[in-house]
């Protein structure tokens, strides 16, 4: 592990700058340094880890299977490391990070601590010049941008924000020491995955808790528990064909594809389905269980109102369990989220529920949050309040391509991209599960994959022909950004009001991030495109 030099140098060359050392970076600087390319890593954390390593908040786990949720590239490295649970916590994933960091012997091309502040073009040289807030100039053919789609936190825009004399924290930027909230009032605003997984375990602790909700979100329960058993087995022993399956899949996850309407199957049938697929305890089971759920708003509704339902058995006020239903938009159309005793927190006599459906939070100040005239006292504040997702990691870097052009101009408009992960007038540059990829709508480590393989084989292919840059061609891109607005425009998805619009961050613009043609298809539409040669992209 090398620590940053603080002085300016003159430029030291590699083939590659990655940036970020999360489940992309690691697997990149695997992948290229094994095609003989010389690789740095830059990354802000301490450690290894991404967003596994700045999400400790308490309650922090993934919500896709463990067992899937982890590297596919190497059948020993996925027969070796045995999960704990069927969804682990933050700490295992962690732990699993810094393993494969070291069992492939990467930390040693890993600067840490280290935040990339500017990438510039060297236009005539097709190079990229990489500086660090460490004051260091790195000189790469190539710049990969490996930096997370939701690494950019978010804080609202609440009046009297910094008065609030309290301890404050933010989910997506944990304290590494535990923090106790034992005696102590706390609130916490948003509900999404994160303040949903929060919650109940903060609720245990604190004298107090008020949860401030504006939005409330449709959440299974986890039924965590020990791996199955089953799918660990296959694993082990016929890697090679689940890797196959789960890569050639709809979310990157093991699921049986669906093939009828929510309306085509009378009602019993459906609502045992649904039931089904609640006991099951999978982030996508409900959403996955006819084909139309994300497409028409009728089929929806059945889904959303089986859900609501199952609030009204787990909350015993209710006015409470009301205030917890999500209405008004579609059931997946925000992301939605798997806990562990989330609605049951809200029976507590120490849990209070502030709806801001009602009245938004009118200012915050010294000793609390403030809602229609009653001030709620608190000694802590978490802000649960999510990313500038997808484009905000990329963009909060000055990055500047052809004649100067910023990626912040060339994306004024929202992000333009070919397949997500090449830009045009940004010529050796590439993003990892860019917006525009499958990403976001996926198991990220099966999408990371494919993007980290496909770019390795790109990188080769343009080697051996003496090639010096990759760009995205301009029509290619402008037809690729165009499908992946069509295909966002024929889901219910553009008309709520979330993150993968962009409608949660004020003045972004709103487009429809990832690309919802699923894991499969995206992929073999990319290995179309590698084997014709990569029309699409000028290779020069
Ligand atoms: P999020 O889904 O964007 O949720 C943010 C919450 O903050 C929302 O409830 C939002 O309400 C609320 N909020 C924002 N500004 C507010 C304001 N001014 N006043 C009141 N409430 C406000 O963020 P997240 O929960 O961090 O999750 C982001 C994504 O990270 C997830 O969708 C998921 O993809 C990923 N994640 C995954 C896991 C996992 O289990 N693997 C865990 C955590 C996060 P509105 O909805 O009304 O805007």
């Given at each position: 592990?090398?620590?940053?030099?603080?002085?300016?140098?003159a430029?030291?060359?590699?083939?590659?700058?990655?940036?970020?050392?999360?489940?992309?970076g690691?697997?990149?600087?695997?992948?290229?340094?094994?095609?003989?390319?010389?690789?740095?890593?830059i990354?802000?954390?301490?450690?290894?880890?991404?967003?596994?390593?700045?999400?400790?908040?308490?309650?922090?786990?993934?919500?896709?299977?463990?067992?899937?949720?982890?590297?596919?590239?190497?059948?020993?490295?996925?027969?070796?490391?045995?999960?704990?649970?069927?969804?682990?916590?933050?700490?295992?994933?962690?732990?699993?990070?810094?393993?494969?960091?070291?069992?492939?012997?990467?930390?040693?091309?890993?600067?840490?601590?280290?935040?990339?502040?500017?990438?510039?073009?060297?236009?005539?040289?097709?190079?990229?010049?990489?500086?660090?807030?460490?004051?260091?100039?790195?000189?790469?053919?190539?710049?990969?941008?490996?930096?997370?789609?939701?690494?950019?936190?978010?804080?609202?825009?609440?009046?009297?924000?910094?008065?609030?004399?309290g301890?404050?924290?933010?989910t997506?930027?944990?304290?590494?020491?535990?923090?106790?909230f034992?005696?102590?009032?706390?609130?916490?605003?948003?509900?999404?995955?994160?303040?949903?997984?929060?919650?109940?375990?903060?609720?245990?602790?604190?004298?107090?808790?008020?949860?401030?909700?504006?939005?409330?979100?449709?959440?299974?329960?986890?039924?965590?528990?020990?791996?199955?058993?089953?799918?660990?087995?296959?694993?082990?022993?016929?890697?090679?064909?689940?890797?196959?399956e789960?890569?050639?899949s709809?979310?990157?996850?093991?699921?049986?594809?669906?093939?009828?309407?929510?309306?085509?199957?009378?009602?019993?049938?459906?609502?045992?389905?649904?039931?089904?697929?609640?006991?099951?305890?999978?982030?996508?089971g409900?959403?996955?269980?006819y084909?139309?759920?994300?497409?028409?708003?009728?089929?929806?509704?059945?889904?959303?109102?089986?859900?609501?339902?199952?609030?009204?058995?787990?909350?015993?006020?209710?006015?409470?369990?009301?205030?917890?239903?999500?209405?008004?938009?579609a059931?997946?159309?925000?992301?939605?989220?798997?806990?562990?005793?989330?609605?049951a927190?809200?029976?507590?006599?120490?849990?209070?529920?502030?709806?801001?459906?009602?009245?938004?939070?009118?200012?915050?100040?010294?000793?609390?949050?403030?809602?229609?005239?009653?001030?709620?006292?608190?000694?802590?504040?978490?802000?649960?309040?999510?990313?500038?997702?997808?484009?905000?990691?990329?963009?909060?870097?000055?990055?500047?391509?052809?004649?100067?052009?910023?990626?912040?101009?060339?994306?004024?408009?929202?992000?333009?991209?070919?397949?997500?992960?090449?830009?045009?007038?940004?010529?050796?540059?590439?993003?990892?599960?860019?917006?525009?990829?499958?990403?976001?709508?996926?198991?990220?480590?099966?999408?990371?994959?494919?993007?980290?393989?496909?770019?390795?084989?790109?990188?080769a292919?343009?080697?051996?022909?003496?090639?010096?840059?990759?760009?995205?061609?301009?029509?290619?891109?402008?037809?690729?950004?165009?499908?992946?607005?069509?295909?966002?425009?024929?889901?219910?998805?553009?008309?709520?009001?979330?993150?993968?619009?962009?409608?949660?961050?004020?003045?972004k613009?709103?487009?429809?991030?990832?690309?919802?043609?699923?894991?499969?298809n995206?992929?073999?539409?990319?290995?179309?495109?590698?084997?014709?040669?990569?029309?699409?992209?000028?290779?020069?």
């Open positions: 592990m090398s620590t940053p030099d603080r002085t300016p140098t430029a030291s060359t590699v083939d590659a700058v990655v940036v970020g050392a999360g489940f992309a690691l697997y990149a600087l695997h992948r290229l340094r094994s095609q003989g390319l010389s690789v740095r890593v990354e802000a954390g301490s450690d290894v880890g991404g967003t596994w390593y700045w999400n400790r908040y308490p309650g922090a786990r993934c919500d896709i299977e463990s067992v899937f949720y982890s590297y596919s590239f190497d059948a020993d490295l996925a027969r070796e490391w045995e999960w704990s649970e069927r969804y682990a916590a933050q700490p295992e994933i962690l732990a699993y990070l810094q393993h494969v960091a070291d069992r492939f012997d990467l930390r040693r091309d890993i600067t840490l601590d280290t935040r990339v502040v500017s990438a510039h073009l060297d236009e005539g040289a097709d190079r990229w010049t990489v500086t660090t807030d460490a004051g260091e100039r790195i000189s790469a053919t190539y710049l990969v941008l490996a930096v997370g789609l939701l690494s950019s936190t978010n804080l609202p825009q609440i009046e009297g924000r910094e008065d609030f004399d301890r404050t924290f933010h997506g930027a944990w304290p590494h020491d535990p923090v106790d034992t005696g102590r009032r706390v609130g916490v605003i948003g509900t999404g995955s994160s303040g949903i997984q929060l919650i109940p375990l903060v609720a245990e602790q604190a004298e107090h808790l008020t949860v401030f909700q504006r939005t409330p979100n449709f959440s299974l329960p986890a039924k965590n528990g020990v791996p199955d058993p089953e799918k660990v087995a296959r694993l082990r022993t016929d890697h090679a064909r689940v890797k196959e789960v890569r050639t709809s979310y990157g996850i093991l699921l049986e594809p669906p093939t009828q309407s929510a309306l085509e199957v009378p009602e019993e049938e459906r609502e045992e389905k649904y039931r089904r697929r609640w006991e099951e305890g999978t982030l996508t409900i959403l996955q269980a084909n139309d759920l994300v497409r028409n708003e009728e089929s929806n509704h059945t889904a959303a109102e089986f859900v609501r339902r199952k609030i009204a058995e787990m909350v015993h006020d209710p006015q409470v369990a009301e205030d917890l239903m999500p209405r008004g938009y059931y997946g159309t925000k992301r939605p989220c798997l806990d562990t005793g989330y609605y927190t809200f029976n507590r006599e120490d849990v209070t529920l502030v709806n801001l459906r009602r009245t938004p939070i009118e200012r915050i100040t010294r000793t609390g949050v403030v809602v229609d005239g009653v001030e709620h006292p608190l000694d802590d504040l978490v802000y649960a309040t999510g990313y500038d997702a997808m484009t905000g990691p990329l963009l909060a870097i000055d990055i500047r391509g052809r004649d100067g052009r910023t990626l912040r101009e060339a994306w004024a408009d929202g992000p333009h991209s070919y397949l997500g992960i090449a830009v045009s007038g940004f010529p050796n540059m590439f993003t990892l599960t860019g917006p525009g990829s499958p990403s976001a709508l996926s198991n990220a480590v099966v999408s990371i994959e494919q993007h980290v393989e496909w770019l390795a084989d790109l990188l292919h343009a080697r051996e022909r003496g090639a010096r840059a990759i760009e995205a061609d301009d029509r290619a891109e402008k037809e690729w950004t165009e499908h992946v607005q069509l295909a966002g425009n024929a889901t219910l998805y553009p008309r709520t009001d979330s993150w993968y619009m962009g409608a949660n961050v004020p003045g613009p709103r487009v429809f991030l990832p690309y919802i043609g699923g894991v499969g995206y992929r073999a539409h990319c290995d179309r495109i590698a084997r014709a040669g990569y029309p699409g992209l000028l290779i020069r």
